[in-house]
């Protein structure tokens, strides 16, 4: 079967093959791309029980890649998923205390974007040659710290794409400041601006529409793309290790063939539980999502009342790739809760935009049932941290700890017995003061590297070697721009004068 995609907030009638959806990222009027029709998966879990991750991702993504032949993903899949994981299991999944925990933190950035940024660049620039483009590929990202990397580390020396990313000069952490600017590969630019993030993001997608810019690109035989979380180049590679774990339960005698399982998930911009609502309806036995939140509950609230309201302050937390008021994703989710009505999608949209909040209807939130939202306070999430330690002697990073925390809330309410899979999304060591703060009771003031190591003495668990590389990296970036040099920061970039 054909998968064709179309917009959220449009008739089916303008339709692009999956490689153009990838090129283009954003549907013209501003909605995201979903299919016209679901695919039907026929999956035999018996036989995916004994499949690797890789053959696993191939019998998800052939059914959302149509147009890309068995080779073509084939060769995507293995650059992406090969020895820059660390664990050759890629997803491995553990058990401790009565919840199972899916380690998506093995790959070069030690967090689980890495498991769609790997294969996003790939399935781009195949896209590029299926479609008989000439250009080159270029990535503009803003950053406030994990996306740009994970990204970089994807791109870097990719044949016909560069990547350029700019990130606030004051606003990431020491170890993300060292990852950004000792990033290799030659096609990778890292530019540290005089400004805050929503500055650099605000610019970003200025310069990404601006009609002059793009001409001055196309003149020189290049184009722009974006890697961010609504490609449905980032959003369909997910799906995969929801059905890779369900796979790998029955593989490991926890459960059998047909047994519903639950999924927590530490969300913020709804990308990875989508792939997981996916996932369910392509017929893995998920029983319920839970949908897991630190302060910034603004989902939370929208799941049990029906309201999405971003009017409402900010919060800083120590689970900062959550920090979010606007979840971008969640609009495919409005888009399945209407009906597949782009009418009605397009104007809750609308409501968001000029009011900052839409209600939906009571139908819409009938269709609801898969889903289950809680949240945690700062303390929550480091006693979960603590609890895991010294209970379990296994220690998450705090985004992990909201969902397990959010599990057992959920346990508590529901008394559901079934087994629970929390989504392990970054590595202890990438936020290594928190967590031992949680850990020890005792708030910290050492620099990063110096906590990874005392990190190290308390768990003993091995230091990811992308951590240790990070001590002896050269420094290969020392670009800085005013907010308003960006533009020009890019034509010098690419030579365009
Ligand atoms: C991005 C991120 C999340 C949130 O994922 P979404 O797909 O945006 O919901 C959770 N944890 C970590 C560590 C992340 O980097």
Not at 26 to 41: E, K, N, Q, S
């Amino acid at each position: 079967m054909n998968t064709l995609y179309r917009s959220t907030r449009e008739t089916a009638s303008h339709t692009m093959t999956s490689s153009q959806a990838v090129l283009q990222g954003l549907t013209p009027d501003g909605g995201l791309f979903v299919p016209v029709t679901l695919p039907i998966a026929d999956f035999d879990f018996e036989q995916l029980a004994n499949m690797s991750y890789q053959e696993v991702a191939y019998e998800v993504l052939k059914l959302f890649f149509t147009d890309y032949t068995a080779e073509e993903l084939h060769a995507c899949i293995d650059a992406a998923y090969g020895d820059q994981f660390d664990d050759p299991a890629i997803a491995p999944v553990t058990k401790h205390g009565n919840q199972y925990y899916l380690e998506l933190f093995h790959g070069p950035t030690i967090a689980f974007k890495d498991l769609a940024l790997q294969i996003l660049p790939h399935l781009m620039t195949t896209a590029v040659k299926k479609n008989h483009l000439e250009s080159e590929i270029v990535i503009l990202a803003a950053t406030s710290g994990d996306t740009g990397k994970a990204a970089m580390a994807g791109f870097a020396d990719v044949d016909q794409t560069k990547i350029i990313v700019f990130y606030p000069k004051d606003g990431v952490s020491a170890i993300q400041k060292q990852q950004m600017i000792t990033q290799t590969g030659d096609n990778t630019n890292v530019v540290a601006i005089n400004g805050n993030f929503d500055e650099a993001q605000t610019t970003v997608k200025q310069l990404l529409n601006d009609p002059q810019l793009r001409q001055r690109l196309a003149d020189h035989q290049y184009q722009f793309s974006s890697a961010n979380s609504i490609n449905i180049g980032r959003l369909f590679p997910q799906v995969a290790y929801y059905v890779y774990t369900y796979a790998q339960l029955i593989h490991q005698g926890h459960i059998k063939n047909g047994d519903a399982v639950n999924f927590s998930v530490p969300t913020g911009n709804f990308g990875d539980i989508l792939a997981g609502y996916y996932a369910k309806q392509l017929g893995t036995p998920i029983h319920k999502l839970v949908c897991a939140s630190n302060r910034n509950n603004v989902l939370t609230d929208f799941f049990n009342t029906g309201t999405y309201d971003k009017n409402r302050e900010f919060y800083l937390t120590s689970s900062p790739s959550m920090d979010i008021l606007v979840s971008s994703n969640l609009e495919r989710l409005i888009f399945y809760l209407t009906g597949e009505d782009s009418l009605a999608t397009a104007q809750l949209m609308q409501d968001l935009q000029t009011k900052g909040s839409y209600t939906i209807t009571p139908e819409m939130r009938a269709n609801l049932a898969d889903f289950w939202a809680g949240f945690v306070t700062e303390n929550q999430d480091q006693d979960e941290i603590h609890h895991l330690n010294h209970a379990h002697h296994y220690t998450i990073d705090p985004h992990t700890a909201v969902a397990s925390a959010v599990a057992k809330q959920y346990r508590n309410a529901t008394k559901d017995q079934r087994p629970m899979v929390v989504v392990s999304t970054a590595s202890p060591y990438k936020f290594p003061q928190a967590v031992l703060t949680a850990i020890t009771g005792e708030s910290t003031t050492v620099d990063g590297l110096t906590a990874v190591d005392q990190l190290h003495d308390l768990i003993q668990t091995p230091i990811p070697p992308t951590v240790t590389a990070l001590r002896t990296a050269p420094v290969r970036h020392n670009r800085v721009a005013a907010v308003d040099k960006m533009g020009a920061t890019i034509e010098s970039i690419l030579n365009l004068n």
